[in-house]
C-alpha cells in the first residue's frame, strides 16, 4: 500500500466552514394567487364570447317585432336560428323570408356579417380606427380568433392589429361590390329598395358562406336558379370567403407560384382540384335516370354541378332540391362539407390545410418516408400531429352525433341524419329536409354541433384542458401487435 496516503501532508486537511445563507432560518414567501391569470385561456374566452353573442342574437330575435308570427316563435328556434346565423352554418327550422320579420332578418345578417369577421377582428379594428392601443391579451385573443396561432407563420403579435385592418378592409370591399352587383341584376325584377336589400343580404351571406336565403319568391333562389349571372355572383363570392385572408394578402404580395407560401399552395391547389372532382363526380352521379339532372342539357348540367360544388363545400345556396338527391350523391356532398375550405376563412369543417397534411402523412406512412412534404416542403412533426387530432376528432364527434339522433329520430333515414350532421358539422347549410321535421332533442345537438364545426374541435380542446403544457417525462417504450 502507498504510505503517502497514511501519512497526509501538512495542510491536506480542510475545514468545512457553513455558510451564512446555508444556517439561516428557512423563509417560505407565498406569492399572491391570481386566479384571473391561471384562469385566462384565450381560446375559452373566445368560446364565451361566441356563446355571449349567440344569446344576445337569440334575446332579439325573441322580440315580438322580429317575426311574423310571435304565436309560434319559441326560445329554441331562435336560438337555433341564432347559431346557425353566427356560425354561418345556414341550417333553418323556419323559412327566413316567411317567419322572420325585417327586423328579424336585418338581426341575422348582422349575426352572419359579425360571425364572418370574428367578433374580436370587428372590435380591435374599431378600436385603432378610433386610435385606441390594443394590449398584449386583446391581441393574443385575435390572433386565436383569426386562425390556429402555431399555423400562422406570418401573423405574429406585433402585426396581428395591422393584418385584422386588411381582413376587414378585404371583407368589406368584396362584399360591398358584390352587393352593387347583385343590386344591379335584382333591379330588373323589383324595385330599388328591394333590390338593395337583397342585393346585400345575398353578397353577405353568400360571402360569409351562410347560406341563407331571403328571397320573398318561391324556388330555392327565389326564382333565380337557372339564372347564370346570379349564380356566378353568389358562387363567386363564395369562392373568395373560402379562401381564406392569409391566402389573398399571399397572393397580393406575389403572384409567382415559386415565392407563395406552402400554405397558399395547398389551399389554391386542393380548392382547384376538389372543385374539378366534385362537379364531375356530381354530375356523374345526378345524371343517371333517376337523378336530378337527367333532363337538363350538358351545359345545364355543368352549371348546376359547378355551382352546387363549389356551395356544398362551404355555404347553403343550392339550385337543387338536396331532399331529392341520390343516396350516394348525399355521402359525396358529405365528404365535402366534412372537409370545408381553408383555414382563417369564413368556411367550416376540418379545412382543407388539414385535409391535405392528413394525406401527405398517409403517403409518407406508405412509401416508407421519414418525413411529411408536401411541395418540396416538410411539414413539422407538432402540426402533423395536430392534424391527425383534428381529423380524428372531426370523425368521432360525427359518429357520436349520429348515434345520438339516430335514437331520437327512429323514423327518419340515416342517410338523411348523417348528411344533416355533416351540414352542420362543415357550417355549410344544405338540408335534406330534415332539420324541418326534427325533434326538439335533435335540434339542440345541431345546435351543439354547428358551434363545435365553427369554433373548431382543436379550440375546443384547448377550451376543456391545457394540452400545450407537455410532460416533463417519458414512459418506457413498448411495441404492440396491430394490423
Not at 444556517?23 to 368560446?47: C, E, G, M, R
Not at 310571435?70 to 327566413?96: H, Q, R
Not at 363526380?281 to 333532363?295: A, H, K, R
Request: proline share 2%.
Amino acid at each position: 500500500m502507498n504510505k503517502s496516503t497514511n501519512n497526509p501532508k501538512p495542510g491536506s486537511n480542510i475545514v468545512r466552514i457553513a455558510r451564512l445563507d446555508a444556517i439561516k432560518p428557512i423563509n417560505i414567501a407565498i406569492n399572491n394567487f391570481d386566479l384571473k391569470k391561471k384562469l385566462y385561456n384565450p381560446s375559452i374566452t373566445l368560446l364565451i364570447i361566441y356563446l355571449t353573442i349567440i344569446l344576445a342574437g337569440t334575446i332579439l330575435l325573441l322580440f315580438p317585432q322580429a317575426t311574423n308570427h310571435p304565436d309560434k316563435n319559441s326560445f329554441l328556434i331562435s336560438l337555433f336560428t341564432a347559431t346557425s346565423s353566427f356560425t354561418l352554418t345556414g341550417l333553418v327550422v323556419e323559412n327566413t323570408s316567411e317567419f322572420w320579420s325585417s327586423f328579424g332578418q336585418t338581426t341575422i345578417v348582422f349575426l352572419i356579417f359579425f360571425g364572418g369577421i370574428g367578433f374580436m377582428t370587428s372590435t380591435s379594428f374599431i378600436l385603432r380606427l378610433f386610435g385606441q392601443k390594443i394590449s398584449l391579451t386583446q391581441q393574443l385573443l385575435l390572433r386565436e380568433s383569426i386562425a390556429d396561432p402555431k399555423s400562422l407563420g406570418k401573423l405574429q403579435i406585433g402585426s396581428a392589429v395591422s393584418t385584422v385592418t386588411l381582413i376587414v378592409s378585404y371583407s368589406i370591399i368584396v362584399q360591398l361590390i358584390l352587393g352593387i352587383l347583385l343590386t344591379l341584376t335584382f333591379t330588373k325584377d323589383m324595385n330599388l329598395y328591394m333590390a338593395l336589400w337583397q342585393g346585400f343580404s345575398q353578397a353577405i351571406s353568400s360571402f360569409n358562406g351562410a347560406g341563407f336565403v331571403f328571397f320573398n319568391n318561391e324556388g330555392l333562389l327565389g326564382g333565380y336558379e337557372n339564372n347564370s349571372k346570379v349564380m356566378i355572383l353568389i358562387g363567386s363570392g363564395i369562392f373568395l370567403g373560402s379562401l381564406g385572408y392569409l391566402v389573398f394578402f399571399d397572393i397580393l404580395g406575389s403572384i409567382r407560384w415559386k415565392r407563395l407560401t406552402l400554405n397558399t399552395k395547398i389551399v389554391i391547389s386542393a380548392t382547384i382540384i376538389l372543385n374539378i372532382l366534385g362537379t364531375i363526380v356530381f354530375m356523374l352521379l345526378e345524371s343517371q335516370p333517376n337523378g336530378l339532372l337527367n333532363n337538363y342539357s350538358m351545359i345545364e348540367s355543368i352549371k348546376h354541378s359547378i355551382f352546387n360544388t363549389i356551395s356544398g363545400r362551404t355555404a347553403g345556396f343550392s339550385s337543387l332540391p338536396f331532399d331529392s338527391i341520390n343516396s350516394s350523391t348525399a355521402i359525396w356532398c358529405a365528404i365535402l362539407m366534412f372537409i370545408g375550405g381553408a383555414s382563417a376563412s369564413t368556411a367550416g369543417g376540418i379545412k382543407i390545410n388539414t385535409f391535405m397534411v392528413v394525406l401527405a402523412y398517409l403517403k409518407s406512412t406508405v412509401t416508407g418516408a421519414n418525413d411529411t412534404s408536401l411541395f418540396g416542403r416538410t411539414i413539422p412533426e407538432d402540426q402533423v400531429k395536430r392534424c391527425l387530432t383534428i381529423t380524428i376528432i372531426g370523425i368521432l364527434t360525427i359518429l357520436l352525433c349520429s348515434i345520438i339522433i339516430s335514437q331520437l329520430e327512429q323514423n327518419n333515414e340515416n342517410s338523411n341524419i348523417f348528411f344533416e350532421i355533416c351540414s352542420a358539422f362543415g357550417t355549410v347549410g344544405l338540408s335534406s329536409g330534415f332539420t324541418y321535421i326534427s325533434s326538439f332533442g335533435s335540434r339542440i345537438v345541431l345546435t351543439i354541433l354547428m358551434i363545435i364545426g365553427r369554433i373548431g374541435p382543436i379550440t375546443m380542446i384547448l377550451s376543456l384542458g391545457n394540452i400545450n403544457n407537455p410532460k416533463m417525462f417519458k414512459y418506457a417504450q413498448e411495441r404492440v401487435t396491430i394490423g
